[in-house]
């Protein structure tokens, strides 16, 4: 098992890059440099530089590696299919010459899929023409991702129509395995009650890339007894710097050992940037309980 470490603007509560309370761009790339990190995700498409050059440079000042864009959009709306056309070949226009490994595919949060975020039992399916549907779209925005040199990467995620292991699975027997493969995020999978060391074994040869996430335990609890929106659920702090939640790193090490993986992992803490937080401290203290259980 080889892992090298990544970290991404989402941890410094980024999620949509016209939003007032982000911090800037260049203290959070600062930021995960002076964490030990070695690369970032492109994060919301308009938040790092669009423009090539200034990117490239901004990395390279950094000697970060630019890793990974993200699509977070509506993928269940066929209304919305060009629009995310549009969006992929754009991020890939960015991607590409920065060198990025990969495109992170997530069914944007939405209702009343937010509201059932965790419920695994009673959260509404996507069914019939709906599913297909946002296959379709995966298909389409894949095939972008491939003819630019970008591995395209399945994200389920918790308050999406990507989430249980059900809808996972439903999506790698739709999705072919040469267009499409998957990155395991181990806090998501907890969420959703999927065992994330499991599922990368199961899954192995089309794990490609991993996000490492940890959950509060008594919080997760709680917002799901009590359906409670995703993004409140964020904002009570559900996600925790890795080793201080429930998610059993102990087994991760062991089938990531077992399936030899050698690759990239991106450190995620979802928080919400209006709540006090110190981001650096807690990917440093993340990059550290890495390094420590799984090295």
Same mark, same amino acid.
């Given at each position: 098992?080889?892992?090298?470490?990544?970290?991404?603007?989402?941890?410094? @509560?980024?999620? $949509?890059?016209?939003?007032? =309370?982000?911090?800037?761009? #260049?203290?959070? +790339? *600062?930021?995960? /440099?002076?964490?030990?990190?070695?690369?970032?995700?492109?994060?919301?498409?308009?938040?790092?530089?669009?423009?090539?050059?200034?990117?490239?440079?901004?990395?390279?000042?950094?000697?970060?590696?630019?890793?990974? @864009?993200?699509? $977070?959009?509506?993928?269940? =709306?066929?209304?919305?299919? #060009?629009?995310? +056309? *549009?969006?992929? /070949?754009?991020?890939?226009?960015?991607?590409?010459?920065?060198?990025?490994?990969?495109?992170?595919?997530?069914?944007?949060?939405?209702?009343?899929?937010?509201?059932?975020?965790?419920?695994?039992?009673?959260?509404?399916?996507?069914?019939?023409?709906?599913?297909?549907?946002?296959?379709?779209?995966?298909?389409?925005?894949?095939?972008?991702?491939?003819?630019?040199?970008?591995?395209?990467?399945?994200?389920?995620?918790?308050?999406?129509?990507?989430?249980?292991?059900?809808?996972?699975?439903?999506?790698?027997?739709?999705?072919?395995?040469?267009?499409?493969?998957?990155?395991?995020?181990?806090?998501?999978?907890?969420?959703?009650?999927?065992?994330?060391?499991?599922?990368?074994?199961?899954?192995?040869?089309?794990?490609?890339?991993?996000?490492?996430?940890?959950?509060?335990?008594?919080?997760?609890?709680?917002?799901?007894?009590?359906?409670?929106?995703?993004?409140?659920?964020?904002?009570?702090?559900?996600?925790?710097?890795?080793?201080?939640?429930?998610?059993?790193?102990?087994?991760?090490?062991?089938?990531?050992?077992?399936?030899?993986?050698?690759?990239?992992?991106?450190?995620?803490?979802?928080?919400?940037?209006?709540?006090?937080?110190?981001?650096?401290?807690?990917?440093?203290?993340?990059?550290?309980?890495?390094?420590?259980?799984?090295?």
């Amino acid at each position: 098992m080889k892992l090298r470490l990544s970290n991404a603007p989402c941890s410094w @509560g980024v999620e $949509f890059a016209g939003n007032p =309370d982000n911090p800037p761009w #260049q203290k959070v +790339l *600062d930021d995960i /440099r002076e964490a030990g990190y070695g690369a970032t995700e492109l994060g919301p498409l308009g938040y790092l530089p669009t423009d090539t050059g200034e990117l490239r440079a901004a990395m390279e000042e950094r000697g970060l590696k630019l890793l990974a @864009g993200t699509l $977070f959009q509506h993928l269940h =709306d066929p209304s919305k299919r #060009q629009a995310i +056309l *549009d969006v992929t /070949r754009k991020s890939c226009e960015i991607l590409q010459p920065q060198g990025a490994e990969f495109m992170v595919f997530i069914d944007h949060v939405a209702s009343p899929r937010t509201d059932q975020a965790g419920q695994v039992d009673t959260a509404t399916r996507l069914e019939g023409d709906d599913w297909k549907g946002m296959m379709q779209t995966v298909r389409e925005a894949a095939k972008i991702c491939v003819d630019h040199g970008i591995t395209p990467t399945l994200h389920p995620h918790t308050g999406t129509f990507i989430e249980y292991r059900d809808e996972l699975d439903r999506a790698m027997e739709d999705l072919d395995e040469s267009l499409m493969s998957l990155v395991i995020d181990t806090g998501h999978c907890q969420y959703a009650s999927i065992d994330p060391a499991q599922v990368i074994r199961d899954y192995a040869p089309r794990v490609k890339y991993l996000h490492f996430k940890d959950i509060d335990a008594d919080i997760h609890r709680k917002v799901v007894a009590e359906k409670i929106d995703f993004y409140k659920a964020v904002g009570a702090g559900v996600f925790t710097p890795l080793g201080e939640g429930c998610v059993d790193f102990a087994a991760v090490k062991q089938v990531l050992t077992d399936i030899e993986f050698d690759g990239w992992v991106t450190v995620e803490q979802d928080i919400d940037p209006t709540k006090p937080a110190d981001p650096l401290r807690d990917a440093q203290q993340s990059r550290e309980f890495i390094e420590r259980a799984m090295f």
